[in-house]
Protein backbone atom coordinates (compact mmCIF):
# COMPACT_ATOMS: atom_id res chain seq x y z
CA UNK A 1 0.00 0.00 0.00
CA UNK A 2 1.26 3.32 -0.44
CA UNK A 3 0.13 6.25 1.58
CA UNK A 4 0.39 10.06 0.67
CA UNK A 5 1.33 11.01 4.68
CA UNK A 6 2.39 8.62 7.20
CA UNK A 7 2.38 9.95 10.50
CA UNK A 8 4.39 8.00 13.16
CA UNK A 9 3.17 8.37 16.80
CA UNK A 10 -0.68 9.13 17.70
CA UNK A 11 -0.05 11.40 20.77
CA UNK A 12 -2.01 14.66 20.10
CA UNK A 13 0.12 15.78 17.34
CA UNK A 14 -0.05 13.02 15.45
CA UNK A 15 -3.70 12.23 15.78
CA UNK A 16 -4.45 15.64 14.74
CA UNK A 17 -2.19 15.79 12.09
CA UNK A 18 -3.60 12.72 10.16
CA UNK A 19 -7.23 13.70 10.83
CA UNK A 20 -6.39 17.12 8.58
CA UNK A 21 -4.63 15.20 6.31
CA UNK A 22 -7.15 13.06 5.83
CA UNK A 23 -9.96 16.40 5.93
CA UNK A 24 -7.57 17.50 2.81
CA UNK A 25 -7.67 14.35 0.66
CA UNK A 26 -4.97 12.32 1.55
CA UNK A 27 -4.29 8.55 2.01
CA UNK A 28 -3.52 8.60 5.30
CA UNK A 29 -1.73 6.28 7.89
CA UNK A 30 -0.36 6.74 10.93
CA UNK A 31 1.62 4.50 12.97
CA UNK A 32 1.45 3.95 17.21
CA UNK A 33 4.16 1.19 19.19
CA UNK A 34 1.65 1.11 21.92
CA UNK A 35 -2.04 -0.99 21.31
CA UNK A 36 -3.82 2.27 22.69
CA UNK A 37 -3.99 5.84 20.27
CA UNK A 38 -3.48 8.97 22.28
CA UNK A 39 -0.25 9.43 23.18
CA UNK A 40 1.32 10.48 26.61
CA UNK A 41 -1.32 13.23 26.66
CA UNK A 42 -4.32 10.76 26.75
CA UNK A 43 -2.75 7.70 28.36
CA UNK A 44 0.02 8.88 30.79
CA UNK A 45 -0.01 12.88 30.49
CA UNK A 46 -3.01 15.93 30.54
CA UNK A 47 -5.83 13.36 30.84
CA UNK A 48 -5.33 11.08 33.34
CA UNK A 49 -3.57 13.99 35.57
CA UNK A 50 -7.02 15.94 35.02
CA UNK A 51 -8.87 13.00 36.21
CA UNK A 52 -7.07 12.58 39.44
CA UNK A 53 -6.71 16.40 39.97
CA UNK A 54 -10.55 16.81 39.65
CA UNK A 55 -11.04 13.44 41.77
CA UNK A 56 -8.19 15.01 44.85
CA UNK A 57 -9.59 18.21 44.95
CA UNK A 58 -13.60 16.66 45.26
CA UNK A 59 -12.42 14.84 48.18
CA UNK A 60 -10.36 18.13 49.68
CA UNK A 61 -13.68 19.97 49.04
CA UNK A 62 -15.36 17.98 50.93
CA UNK A 63 -12.76 17.48 53.76
CA UNK A 64 -11.92 20.87 54.17
CA UNK A 65 -15.06 23.41 52.67
CA UNK A 66 -18.08 21.29 52.58
CA UNK A 67 -18.92 21.70 56.81
CA UNK A 68 -18.50 25.43 56.09
CA UNK A 69 -20.80 25.52 52.91
CA UNK A 70 -22.99 23.91 55.34
CA UNK A 71 -23.03 20.18 54.26
CA UNK A 72 -22.23 17.80 56.69
CA UNK A 73 -20.36 14.14 55.88
CA UNK A 74 -19.89 11.31 58.29
CA UNK A 75 -16.77 8.70 57.14
CA UNK A 76 -15.82 10.83 54.75
CA UNK A 77 -12.53 8.45 53.37
CA UNK A 78 -10.31 8.17 49.77
CA UNK A 79 -11.56 4.85 47.98
CA UNK A 80 -8.26 5.10 46.29
CA UNK A 81 -8.66 2.07 43.58
CA UNK A 82 -12.00 3.45 42.53
CA UNK A 83 -10.39 6.75 41.96
CA UNK A 84 -8.12 4.95 39.79
CA UNK A 85 -10.18 2.76 38.14
CA UNK A 86 -12.72 6.16 36.76
CA UNK A 87 -9.30 7.29 35.71
CA UNK A 88 -8.80 4.68 33.69
CA UNK A 89 -11.99 4.75 32.20
CA UNK A 90 -11.36 8.20 31.39
CA UNK A 91 -8.74 7.11 29.38
CA UNK A 92 -10.60 4.43 27.91
CA UNK A 93 -13.56 6.62 26.64
CA UNK A 94 -10.89 8.82 24.95
CA UNK A 95 -9.19 6.32 23.48
CA UNK A 96 -12.35 5.01 21.81
CA UNK A 97 -13.15 8.66 20.79
CA UNK A 98 -9.37 9.06 19.33
CA UNK A 99 -9.88 5.21 17.30
CA UNK A 100 -13.45 6.65 15.90
CA UNK A 101 -11.93 9.76 14.82
CA UNK A 102 -9.10 7.71 12.77
CA UNK A 103 -11.72 4.93 11.76
CA UNK A 104 -14.46 8.06 10.47
CA UNK A 105 -11.53 9.82 8.71
CA UNK A 106 -10.28 6.19 6.62
CA UNK A 107 -6.72 6.57 8.63
CA UNK A 108 -5.44 3.22 8.53
CA UNK A 109 -3.68 2.62 11.78
CA UNK A 110 -1.14 0.35 12.41
CA UNK A 111 0.19 -0.93 15.61
CA UNK A 112 3.99 -1.29 16.11
CA UNK A 113 7.11 0.42 16.46
CA UNK A 114 7.94 2.59 12.96
CA UNK A 115 11.46 2.89 11.78
CA UNK A 116 12.57 4.40 8.72
CA UNK A 117 13.71 1.77 6.22
CA UNK A 118 14.05 4.85 3.80
CA UNK A 119 12.94 8.08 3.09
CA UNK A 120 9.57 6.80 1.16
CA UNK A 121 9.72 3.35 3.64
CA UNK A 122 8.78 2.83 6.86
CA UNK A 123 9.10 -0.67 8.30
CA UNK A 124 6.63 -1.23 11.10
CA UNK A 125 7.79 -3.96 14.21
CA UNK A 126 4.49 -5.56 16.46
CA UNK A 127 5.11 -5.97 19.56
CA UNK A 128 5.73 -9.90 18.50
CA UNK A 129 8.02 -9.13 16.45
CA UNK A 130 6.02 -9.63 13.07
CA UNK A 131 7.50 -7.31 10.24
CA UNK A 132 5.24 -5.25 7.27
CA UNK A 133 6.74 -2.39 5.47
CA UNK A 134 4.84 0.30 3.67
CA UNK A 135 5.63 2.78 1.30
CA UNK A 136 5.05 7.10 1.85
CA UNK A 137 5.12 9.77 -0.20
CA UNK A 138 5.80 12.33 3.06
CA UNK A 139 6.35 11.14 6.54
CA UNK A 140 5.18 13.32 9.88
CA UNK A 141 7.29 12.60 12.72
CA UNK A 142 5.29 12.77 16.18
CA UNK A 143 6.89 10.56 18.62
CA UNK A 144 6.45 12.54 21.76
CA UNK A 145 8.73 12.51 24.72
CA UNK A 146 10.19 10.73 27.98
CA UNK A 147 10.53 11.99 31.57
CA UNK A 148 14.19 12.47 31.61
CA UNK A 149 15.66 10.52 34.77
CA UNK A 150 19.72 10.69 35.53
CA UNK A 151 20.82 7.40 36.18
CA UNK A 152 22.01 8.20 39.60
CA UNK A 153 18.23 8.66 40.45
CA UNK A 154 18.28 4.57 40.87
CA UNK A 155 14.12 4.84 38.88
CA UNK A 156 12.94 1.64 40.13
CA UNK A 157 9.12 1.96 38.95
CA UNK A 158 8.36 1.17 42.38
CA UNK A 159 9.75 3.96 44.72
CA UNK A 160 10.91 6.18 42.69
CA UNK A 161 8.68 6.83 40.08
CA UNK A 162 7.86 9.16 37.39
CA UNK A 163 4.61 10.65 36.40
CA UNK A 164 3.62 7.81 34.64
CA UNK A 165 3.69 5.41 38.39
CA UNK A 166 2.60 7.97 40.05
CA UNK A 167 -0.88 7.97 38.07
CA UNK A 168 -1.22 4.48 39.21
CA UNK A 169 -0.68 4.33 42.83
CA UNK A 170 -3.48 2.32 44.41
CA UNK A 171 -3.25 3.40 48.20
CA UNK A 172 -2.65 6.44 49.20
CA UNK A 173 1.22 7.28 50.36
CA UNK A 174 2.07 8.53 53.52
CA UNK A 175 4.83 11.11 52.27
CA UNK A 176 6.65 12.07 49.13
CA UNK A 177 9.24 13.88 47.65
CA UNK A 178 8.85 15.58 44.65
CA UNK A 179 11.81 16.55 42.70
CA UNK A 180 11.35 19.56 40.58
CA UNK A 181 8.79 22.27 41.25
CA UNK A 182 7.99 22.45 37.58
CA UNK A 183 4.02 21.93 35.67
CA UNK A 184 4.50 18.00 36.57
CA UNK A 185 5.50 18.07 40.11
CA UNK A 186 3.04 20.44 40.96
CA UNK A 187 0.25 19.00 39.23
CA UNK A 188 0.74 15.38 40.86
CA UNK A 189 2.26 16.82 44.19
CA UNK A 190 -1.11 18.74 44.89
CA UNK A 191 -3.20 15.40 44.23
CA UNK A 192 -1.56 13.51 47.33
CA UNK A 193 -0.89 16.35 48.96
CA UNK A 194 -5.15 17.00 48.86
CA UNK A 195 -5.45 13.06 49.76
CA UNK A 196 -3.73 13.86 52.81
CA UNK A 197 0.63 12.75 51.75
CA UNK A 198 2.83 14.53 53.04
CA UNK A 199 4.74 15.84 49.93
CA UNK A 200 7.97 17.62 50.13
CA UNK A 201 8.92 19.49 46.91
CA UNK A 202 12.94 20.49 46.02
CA UNK A 203 13.71 22.63 43.42
CA UNK A 204 17.08 23.70 42.10
CA UNK A 205 16.27 27.10 41.24
CA UNK A 206 14.50 30.20 42.94
CA UNK A 207 11.43 30.18 42.54
CA UNK A 208 8.38 27.07 41.08
CA UNK A 209 6.81 27.69 37.78
CA UNK A 210 10.11 28.95 36.98
CA UNK A 211 8.79 29.79 33.09
CA UNK A 212 5.93 31.85 34.01
CA UNK A 213 5.44 35.03 35.47
CA UNK A 214 7.30 35.50 39.15
CA UNK A 215 3.95 36.57 40.75
CA UNK A 216 2.10 33.08 39.22
CA UNK A 217 5.34 31.67 41.00
CA UNK A 218 4.78 33.47 44.68
CA UNK A 219 0.93 32.86 44.62
CA UNK A 220 1.06 29.46 43.88
CA UNK A 221 3.38 28.88 46.18
CA UNK A 222 1.59 30.15 48.65
CA UNK A 223 -1.48 28.47 48.31
CA UNK A 224 0.18 25.03 47.84
CA UNK A 225 2.04 25.92 51.72
CA UNK A 226 -1.58 26.32 52.65
CA UNK A 227 -2.60 23.13 51.38
CA UNK A 228 0.44 21.47 53.71
CA UNK A 229 3.27 21.05 50.96
CA UNK A 230 6.74 22.07 52.09
CA UNK A 231 8.91 23.84 49.31
CA UNK A 232 12.97 23.57 49.26
CA UNK A 233 14.05 26.09 47.06
CA UNK A 234 17.38 26.42 45.35
CA UNK A 235 18.37 23.21 46.50
CA UNK A 236 19.63 19.86 44.13
CA UNK A 237 18.70 16.24 44.54
CA UNK A 238 22.38 14.54 45.08
CA UNK A 239 21.06 11.07 46.19
CA UNK A 240 18.04 8.84 45.77
CA UNK A 241 18.08 5.05 47.12
CA UNK A 242 15.22 3.37 47.20
CA UNK A 243 15.01 0.55 49.65
CA UNK A 244 12.02 -2.59 49.95
CA UNK A 245 9.70 -0.25 51.53
CA UNK A 246 11.17 3.17 51.54
CA UNK A 247 13.51 5.43 48.69
CA UNK A 248 16.08 7.75 50.77
CA UNK A 249 16.41 11.08 49.34
CA UNK A 250 19.06 13.80 50.25
CA UNK A 251 19.30 17.00 48.30
CA UNK A 252 22.54 19.82 48.69
CA UNK A 253 21.90 23.67 48.89
CA UNK A 254 23.24 25.66 46.53
CA UNK A 255 23.93 28.62 48.73
CA UNK A 256 25.78 26.56 51.57
CA UNK A 257 28.09 23.07 50.43
CA UNK A 258 28.20 22.15 54.51
CA UNK A 259 24.11 22.03 54.02
CA UNK A 260 22.66 19.15 53.16
CA UNK A 261 18.72 17.92 53.64
CA UNK A 262 17.43 14.07 53.61
CA UNK A 263 14.00 12.87 53.40
CA UNK A 264 12.89 8.87 54.30
CA UNK A 265 10.00 8.75 52.48
CA UNK A 266 7.49 6.35 50.52
CA UNK A 267 7.66 7.28 46.81
CA UNK A 268 9.86 9.95 45.19
CA UNK A 269 8.44 11.25 42.35
CA UNK A 270 11.11 12.63 39.65
CA UNK A 271 9.66 15.23 38.02
CA UNK A 272 12.69 17.34 36.34
CA UNK A 273 11.78 17.78 32.66
CA UNK A 274 11.07 15.41 29.33
CA UNK A 275 13.45 14.56 26.60
CA UNK A 276 12.67 13.61 22.93
CA UNK A 277 11.66 10.56 22.13
CA UNK A 278 13.21 9.02 18.81
CA UNK A 279 14.64 5.49 19.96
CA UNK A 280 14.89 3.00 17.13
CA UNK A 281 13.64 5.27 14.72
CA UNK A 282 15.91 4.94 11.87
CA UNK A 283 17.20 8.97 11.63
CA UNK A 284 20.25 7.53 10.65
CA UNK A 285 18.77 5.92 7.32
CA UNK A 286 17.32 8.84 6.08
CA UNK A 287 20.41 11.27 7.36
CA UNK A 288 18.48 13.51 10.09
CA UNK A 289 20.98 14.52 13.09
CA UNK A 290 19.17 15.54 16.27
CA UNK A 291 20.63 18.81 17.59
CA UNK A 292 22.56 19.04 21.54
CA UNK A 293 18.94 18.59 23.09
CA UNK A 294 18.13 15.29 21.37
CA UNK A 295 15.18 17.41 19.14
CA UNK A 296 14.78 16.62 15.30
CA UNK A 297 16.09 20.07 13.92
CA UNK A 298 12.79 21.85 11.24
CA UNK A 299 12.88 24.89 9.70
CA UNK A 300 10.13 27.59 9.67
CA UNK A 301 7.57 24.87 7.86
CA UNK A 302 8.41 22.54 10.62
CA UNK A 303 10.39 20.31 7.30
CA UNK A 304 13.56 18.19 8.66
CA UNK A 305 17.15 18.28 6.48
CA UNK A 306 15.29 15.84 4.11
CA UNK A 307 12.25 17.35 2.15
CA UNK A 308 9.03 15.29 2.91
CA UNK A 309 9.81 14.83 6.33
CA UNK A 310 8.54 16.43 8.85
CA UNK A 311 8.41 16.91 12.47
CA UNK A 312 6.00 17.91 15.29
CA UNK A 313 5.26 18.22 18.78
CA UNK A 314 7.52 17.42 22.11
CA UNK A 315 10.15 15.89 19.71
CA UNK A 316 10.59 19.47 18.46
CA UNK A 317 11.76 22.59 19.62
CA UNK A 318 9.43 24.64 21.94
CA UNK A 319 6.96 24.39 24.70
CA UNK A 320 6.06 20.50 25.81
CA UNK A 321 2.42 21.09 25.54
CA UNK A 322 -0.85 19.12 24.10
CA UNK A 323 -2.19 22.05 22.55
CA UNK A 324 1.32 23.19 20.77
CA UNK A 325 1.62 19.88 18.94
CA UNK A 326 -2.19 20.10 17.83
CA UNK A 327 -1.47 23.46 16.03
CA UNK A 328 1.72 22.18 14.54
CA UNK A 329 0.19 18.96 13.53
CA UNK A 330 -2.81 20.81 11.50
CA UNK A 331 0.03 23.41 10.74
CA UNK A 332 2.04 20.49 8.70
CA UNK A 333 -0.87 18.74 6.95
CA UNK A 334 -2.20 22.15 5.56
CA UNK A 335 1.43 23.08 4.67
CA UNK A 336 1.60 19.43 2.59
CA UNK A 337 -1.14 20.92 0.29
CA UNK A 338 0.38 23.96 -0.49
CA UNK A 339 -1.27 26.16 2.11
CA UNK A 340 0.16 28.93 3.71
CA UNK A 341 -0.70 28.19 7.40
CA UNK A 342 0.10 30.06 10.43
CA UNK A 343 1.23 29.80 14.28
CA UNK A 344 1.66 32.21 16.64
CA UNK A 345 3.78 30.51 19.02
CA UNK A 346 4.07 33.36 21.46
CA UNK A 347 0.35 33.26 21.99
CA UNK A 348 0.05 29.48 23.26
CA UNK A 349 -1.17 29.80 26.74
CA UNK A 350 0.77 27.74 29.72
CA UNK A 351 -1.40 26.48 31.88
CA UNK A 352 -0.90 24.55 35.36
CA UNK A 353 -3.96 22.50 36.43
CA UNK A 354 -3.15 22.74 40.31
CA UNK A 355 -6.30 24.85 42.37
CA UNK A 356 -6.25 27.13 42.22
CA UNK A 357 -5.02 27.25 38.65
CA UNK A 358 -2.29 29.02 36.91
CA UNK A 359 -2.47 30.81 33.67
CA UNK A 360 -0.79 32.47 31.68
CA UNK A 361 0.01 34.07 28.06
CA UNK A 362 2.03 36.53 25.87
CA UNK A 363 5.31 38.25 27.79
CA UNK A 364 6.04 37.97 31.59
CA UNK A 365 6.87 40.92 33.36
CA UNK A 366 10.79 40.02 33.67
CA UNK A 367 10.63 39.39 29.89
CA UNK A 368 9.14 42.92 29.51
CA UNK A 369 12.00 44.44 32.13
CA UNK A 370 14.67 42.31 30.27
CA UNK A 371 13.76 43.45 26.76
CA UNK A 372 13.13 47.29 28.07
CA UNK A 373 10.02 47.13 27.02
CA UNK A 374 7.54 50.34 28.59
CA UNK A 375 4.67 48.70 30.19
CA UNK A 376 1.81 49.39 32.58
CA UNK A 377 0.75 46.31 35.05
CA UNK A 378 -2.90 45.85 36.41
CA UNK A 379 -3.66 43.79 38.99
CA UNK A 380 -6.82 42.57 40.11
CA UNK A 381 -7.20 40.02 43.38
CA UNK A 382 -9.78 37.20 43.37
CA UNK A 383 -10.83 37.96 47.15
CA UNK A 384 -12.61 41.17 46.07
CA UNK A 385 -14.84 38.83 43.70
CA UNK A 386 -18.59 38.66 44.97
CA UNK A 387 -18.12 35.49 43.16
CA UNK A 388 -14.69 34.28 44.87
CA UNK A 389 -16.12 34.69 48.10
CA UNK A 390 -19.66 32.77 47.41
CA UNK A 391 -17.28 30.01 45.86
CA UNK A 392 -14.65 30.31 48.84
CA UNK A 393 -12.12 30.74 46.37
CA UNK A 394 -10.15 33.81 47.45
CA UNK A 395 -6.86 32.69 46.64
CA UNK A 396 -5.09 34.78 43.34
CA UNK A 397 -4.98 37.28 40.75
CA UNK A 398 -5.19 38.26 37.41
CA UNK A 399 -2.17 40.88 36.14
CA UNK A 400 -2.78 42.57 32.83
CA UNK A 401 0.54 43.85 31.41
CA UNK A 402 0.17 46.92 29.00
CA UNK A 403 2.31 49.07 26.73
CA UNK A 404 2.99 51.82 28.31
CA UNK A 405 2.27 54.46 25.03
CA UNK A 406 0.15 52.19 22.83
CA UNK A 407 -1.96 50.03 26.08
CA UNK A 408 -1.36 46.77 23.47
CA UNK A 409 -1.91 43.79 26.13
CA UNK A 410 1.67 42.09 26.21
CA UNK A 411 0.48 39.58 28.85
CA UNK A 412 -1.68 38.64 31.04
CA UNK A 413 -1.08 36.14 34.16
CA UNK A 414 -3.75 34.54 36.28
CA UNK A 415 -3.76 32.73 39.31
CA UNK A 416 -7.15 31.81 40.32
CA UNK A 417 -10.43 29.40 40.17
CA UNK A 418 -11.14 28.29 36.82
CA UNK A 419 -7.98 30.37 35.06
CA UNK A 420 -6.77 27.92 32.60
CA UNK A 421 -10.25 28.65 30.64
CA UNK A 422 -10.20 32.40 31.57
CA UNK A 423 -6.71 32.81 29.27
CA UNK A 424 -8.71 31.77 26.36
CA UNK A 425 -10.35 35.72 26.43
CA UNK A 426 -6.54 36.91 26.83
CA UNK A 427 -5.51 34.44 23.92
CA UNK A 428 -8.49 36.22 21.51
CA UNK A 429 -8.04 39.51 22.43
CA UNK A 430 -4.20 39.47 21.59
CA UNK A 431 -4.59 37.47 18.81
CA UNK A 432 -6.58 40.37 17.63
CA UNK A 433 -4.00 43.16 19.04
CA UNK A 434 -6.71 44.92 21.45
CA UNK A 435 -5.36 46.94 23.81
CA UNK A 436 -5.92 47.43 27.43
CA UNK A 437 -9.11 49.40 27.41
CA UNK A 438 -10.71 47.45 24.74
CA UNK A 439 -10.44 44.68 27.72
CA UNK A 440 -11.61 47.22 29.97
CA UNK A 441 -14.92 48.47 28.22
CA UNK A 442 -15.98 44.73 27.33
CA UNK A 443 -19.04 43.70 29.52
CA UNK A 444 -17.91 40.98 31.50
CA UNK A 445 -21.12 38.72 32.90
CA UNK A 446 -21.99 39.64 36.97
CA UNK A 447 -20.59 37.26 39.30
CA UNK A 448 -18.29 35.60 37.60
CA UNK A 449 -14.29 35.06 38.20
CA UNK A 450 -13.81 37.13 34.53
CA UNK A 451 -14.47 40.05 36.22
CA UNK A 452 -11.11 40.31 37.69
CA UNK A 453 -9.68 39.99 34.13
CA UNK A 454 -12.45 43.55 33.45
CA UNK A 455 -10.85 44.57 36.27
CA UNK A 456 -6.95 43.97 36.17
CA UNK A 457 -7.68 45.60 32.35
CA UNK A 458 -9.51 48.73 33.86
CA UNK A 459 -6.07 49.29 36.80
CA UNK A 460 -3.74 48.51 33.70
CA UNK A 461 -4.90 51.23 31.06
CA UNK A 462 -5.81 54.09 33.15
CA UNK A 463 -5.18 52.55 37.04
CA UNK A 464 -9.29 52.99 38.17
CA UNK A 465 -10.27 49.38 38.77
CA UNK A 466 -13.41 49.62 40.22
CA UNK A 467 -13.73 47.10 43.16
CA UNK A 468 -10.66 47.46 45.13
P1 LIG B 1 3.12 12.18 22.57
O1 LIG B 1 1.82 12.51 23.16
O2 LIG B 1 4.25 11.84 23.48
O3 LIG B 1 2.86 10.97 21.56
C1 LIG B 1 3.87 10.33 20.89
C2 LIG B 1 3.40 8.96 20.51
O4 LIG B 1 4.33 8.41 19.59
C3 LIG B 1 3.32 7.97 21.66
O5 LIG B 1 2.07 7.35 21.68
C4 LIG B 1 4.44 6.97 21.37
O6 LIG B 1 4.13 5.66 21.80
C5 LIG B 1 4.50 7.03 19.86
N1 LIG B 1 5.79 6.63 19.31
C6 LIG B 1 7.02 7.05 19.66
N2 LIG B 1 7.96 6.49 18.87
C7 LIG B 1 7.30 5.70 18.00
C8 LIG B 1 7.72 4.86 16.93
N3 LIG B 1 9.00 4.77 16.58
N4 LIG B 1 6.76 4.16 16.27
C9 LIG B 1 5.46 4.27 16.59
N5 LIG B 1 5.01 5.05 17.58
C10 LIG B 1 5.92 5.77 18.27
N6 LIG B 1 0.25 19.15 28.04
C11 LIG B 1 -0.76 20.04 28.01
O7 LIG B 1 -0.86 20.82 27.06
N7 LIG B 1 -1.68 20.08 29.02
C12 LIG B 1 -1.61 19.26 30.08
O8 LIG B 1 -2.46 19.32 30.97
C13 LIG B 1 -0.55 18.32 30.14
N8 LIG B 1 -0.45 17.47 31.18
C14 LIG B 1 0.56 16.56 31.19
C15 LIG B 1 0.66 15.72 32.30
C16 LIG B 1 1.68 14.78 32.37
C17 LIG B 1 1.77 13.88 33.57
C18 LIG B 1 2.60 14.67 31.29
C19 LIG B 1 3.67 13.63 31.33
C20 LIG B 1 2.51 15.50 30.20
C21 LIG B 1 1.50 16.47 30.15
N9 LIG B 1 1.38 17.36 29.09
C22 LIG B 1 0.37 18.29 29.07
C23 LIG B 1 2.32 17.34 27.95
C24 LIG B 1 1.68 16.60 26.77
O9 LIG B 1 1.34 15.29 27.17
C25 LIG B 1 2.65 16.56 25.59
O10 LIG B 1 3.09 17.86 25.29
C26 LIG B 1 1.97 15.96 24.38
O11 LIG B 1 1.51 14.66 24.65
C27 LIG B 1 2.92 15.92 23.18
O12 LIG B 1 2.26 15.37 22.10
P2 LIG B 1 3.05 14.62 20.94
O13 LIG B 1 2.00 14.24 19.96
O14 LIG B 1 4.18 15.43 20.49
O15 LIG B 1 3.69 13.32 21.61
P1 LIG C 1 9.55 21.19 34.03
O1 LIG C 1 10.60 21.58 33.10
O2 LIG C 1 8.23 21.90 34.02
O3 LIG C 1 10.09 21.32 35.53
C1 LIG C 1 11.21 20.64 36.00
C2 LIG C 1 11.78 21.36 37.20
O4 LIG C 1 12.74 20.51 37.82
C3 LIG C 1 12.50 22.65 36.83
O5 LIG C 1 11.95 23.71 37.59
C4 LIG C 1 13.96 22.36 37.20
O6 LIG C 1 14.64 23.51 37.68
C5 LIG C 1 13.82 21.31 38.29
N1 LIG C 1 15.00 20.41 38.46
C6 LIG C 1 15.75 19.84 37.50
N2 LIG C 1 16.71 19.05 38.04
C7 LIG C 1 16.55 19.12 39.40
C8 LIG C 1 17.24 18.53 40.51
N3 LIG C 1 18.25 17.67 40.36
N4 LIG C 1 16.82 18.84 41.76
C9 LIG C 1 15.79 19.69 41.94
N5 LIG C 1 15.11 20.28 40.91
C10 LIG C 1 15.48 19.99 39.66
O7 LIG C 1 9.36 19.61 33.82
P2 LIG C 1 8.21 18.62 34.25
O8 LIG C 1 7.44 19.14 35.40
O9 LIG C 1 8.86 17.29 34.35
O10 LIG C 1 7.25 18.63 32.98
C11 LIG C 1 7.73 18.20 31.70
C12 LIG C 1 6.94 18.81 30.60
O11 LIG C 1 5.61 18.32 30.57
C13 LIG C 1 6.83 20.31 30.77
O12 LIG C 1 7.71 20.90 29.84
C14 LIG C 1 5.42 20.66 30.47
O13 LIG C 1 5.37 21.44 29.30
C15 LIG C 1 4.71 19.34 30.22
N6 LIG C 1 3.54 19.30 31.09
C16 LIG C 1 2.55 20.23 30.91
C17 LIG C 1 1.48 20.27 31.75
C18 LIG C 1 0.46 21.33 31.56
O14 LIG C 1 0.43 21.94 30.51
N7 LIG C 1 -0.41 21.56 32.51
C19 LIG C 1 1.32 19.32 32.85
C20 LIG C 1 2.44 18.41 32.97
C21 LIG C 1 3.47 18.40 32.09
Not at 24 to 40: D, H, M, Q
Not at 59 to 88: C, W
Not at 216 to 224: A, D, F, N, P, Q
Not at 232 to 255: G, I, N
Request: include cysteine.
Amino acid sequence: MTYDVTIIGSGPGGYVAAIRCAQLGLKTAIVERYSVLGGTCLNVGCIPSKALLDSSEHYHNAHKKFQTHGIDLKDLKVNMPQMIKRKNEVVLDNNKGVEFLMKKNKIDVFYGHGSFVHKNRIKITSSSGNAEEIETSKVIIATGSKPIVPANFNYDKKRVITSTEALNIEKVPGSMVVIGGGVIGLELGSVYARLGTKVIVVEFLDRIIAGMDADCSRELMKSMKNLGVEFHLRHAVTEVTPSKSKVTVVAQSRDDDSKKLSWDVDYCLVAIGRRPYTDGLGLENVGIALDEKGRIPVDEHLQTNVPGIYAIGDVIQGAMLAHKAEEEGVFVAETIVGQKPHIHYHLIPSVVYTWPEVAGVGYTEEELKEKGVPYKPGKFPFRALGRARASMDLDGMVKVLAHKETDEILGVHIVGARAADMIAEAVALMEFRASAEDAARMSHAHPTYTEAFKEASLAATANRALHI
